[in-house]
């Protein structure tokens, strides 16, 4: 028996007004799972990120992560919306790294990655500076422990983003187009941090790009999003070697990688 997917989506549907963003979604992941999510603006990549951070709340349907539903609880054998201890306690298994970083400007880098571990986690400042020390090194940034966001390159400020999600240890990591606000000559130096964590870590990463090749490159799977909803489901080669869907095709038409 193949084992229980770390995140289990049924009947997920989000509403802006009159517009279905997610329309209906199901989807299994599996532990371990690199998932790149692939699709034009507006497809609703960036709200299926957000539903799972607990950034949106869905209109209908359940997710779990590790069995245990994100928005609903338990209570006298009845599921009822969940309460924000909930809320915070299996929203720590999912960390994300935003398209813009979001680091507090006036916090150093290894502050920005200590900050929640010790208020989250409750780990020492000690123990925390400690694993901020590593992570930033994994990041190729030891030598700006003590560097404030407007004294880094775009590159530099999004591999702190990622130190600092890795600092929480979650179960799962989100990435939303993580490249999408760098200059070009900086975008490397942060794909290569994401292909070391796909190489040397065994953690579920989701990744929304458009960069193909690097979705082809990273992923074991890759999801095929167009007006909220999966059209193509498949591995890296196969869907884009020879997409079997209609409109999956005309995407990659469009973004010039077709078979």
Excluded: C
Excluded at 217 to 239: C, L, M, S
């Amino acid at each position: 028996m193949n084992p229980p997917p770390i995140v289990r989506i049924r009947g997920l549907s989000k509403r802006y007004g009159d517009v279905s963003v997610i329309e209906d979604l199901d989807l299994d992941i599996a532990a371990g799972e690199h998932l790149a999510v692939i699709g034009p603006s507006g497809s609703g990549k960036t709200t299926f990120l957000r539903v799972l951070m607990t950034l949106e709340r869905p209109d209908s349907g359940t997710i779990e992560i590790e069995g245990e539903d994100l928005w609903l609880m338990k209570r006298n054998g009845a599921l009822i919306p969940a309460n924000p201890a909930h809320l915070r306690r299996v929203r720590a298994k999912v960390g994300m790294v935003f398209q813009h970083f979001n680091l507090f400007p006036h916090m150093t880098a290894l502050r920005n990655v200590t900050e929640a571990p010790i208020h989250v986690l409750g780990l020492s400042r000690a123990q925390a500076a400690q694993r901020g020390v590593e992570l930033l090194a994994k990041v190729g940034l030891e030598d700006k422990l003590d560097s404030y966001p407007h004294q880094l390159s775009g590159g530099q400020k999004q591999r702190v983003a990622i130190a600092r999600a890795l600092a929480m240890q979650p179960k799962v990591m989100l990435f939303d187009e993580v490249t999408s606000a760098l200059d070009p000559e900086l975008v490397g130096e942060v794909l290569g941090v994401l292909r070391q964590i796909a190489r040397e870590t065994e953690m579920t990463m989701i990744v929304v790009t458009h960069l193909m090749e690097f979705a082809r490159e990273i992923a074991n799977r890759v999801i095929f999003f167009d007006r909220g909803r999966v059209r193509e489901d498949a591995p890296p080669d196969e869907i884009f070697t020879n997409p079997s869907h209609p409109r999956t095709r005309e995407f990659l038409r469009a973004v010039q990688l077709t078979a």
